[in-house]
């Protein structure tokens, strides 16, 4: 028998919480689903789903819990912590299904290289918004260092997008929400 799976969804959509509880309750069991929308102990739970603005507003409650959340957004992203909402049911249940698979999972692709430094800095300035040209001149390297570093960096996490990169800066903690 299979351990019962605690799922929160802290999701201000009716609809969406409405259609994420249908979905789970379709296809995973046994599971208990809490749909308060209470941020106030979320150590029980297997997953916890809550869409962008949820996580960003509240990054200090989720980062303690980020192997365990999966953000629900509207654009397409090959990011392991992400649902994207226009997905199909298949590949929504595979996302979900990989939290549940790997207790342990790494919210970006799993490598033993870490970023350096200097893609530190990188990083920091594409989730500011920054564009190559302004990264460049801030950091006083020349703007194939910056794209080389962007490349890297992007071969290290497995995220292509800045999107993804913003998202990984703030869900690491590189980066805060109040520097955006």
Same mark, same amino acid.
Request: charged share 20%.
């Given at each position: ?23 789970? #309750? ?6 208990? %689903?809490?749909? #308060? ?11 916890? +789903? ?8 509240? /990054?200090? *409650? ?6 365990? *959340? ?19 049911? $298949? /590949?929504?249940?595979?996302? %979900?299904?990989? *939290? ?10 799993? /490598?033993?290289?870490?970023? /350096?430094?200097? $893609? ?10 920054? %564009? ?20 890297? %960096?992007?071969?290290?996490?497995? *995220? ?9 800066? +703030? ?10």
């Amino acid at each position: 028998m299979s351990k019962n799976k605690h799922i929160a969804l802290i999701l201000p959509d009716t609809i969406i919480r409405l259609g994420m509880e249908k979905l789970l #309750s379709d296809f995973f069991s046994p599971i208990t %689903i809490d749909s #308060s929308n209470g941020l106030s102990n979320l150590a029980p739970y297997d997953l916890i +789903i809550t869409d962008s603005i949820h996580f960003i507003n509240n /990054t200090t *409650v989720f980062l303690p819990h980020k192997r365990n *959340v999966l953000i629900i957004n509207n654009l397409p992203s090959d990011d392991t912590s992400m649902i994207n909402a226009f997905d199909n049911t $298949e /590949t929504i249940i595979k996302r %979900i299904q990989s *939290v549940f698979k790997q207790p342990c999972r790494s919210t970006y692709k799993d /490598t033993n290289e870490r970023l /350096t430094p200097r $893609e530190t800095d990188i990083l920091r300035c594409v989730a500011k918004g920054l %564009i190559n040209k302004e990264i460049a001149k801030l950091l006083n390297i020349s703007l194939n260092t910056v794209l080389t570093h962007r490349k890297n %960096i992007s071969a290290k996490l497995g *995220v292509k997008t800045s999107s993804g990169l913003t998202s990984y800066a +703030i869900i690491n903690g590189i980066i805060s929400t109040n520097d955006l």
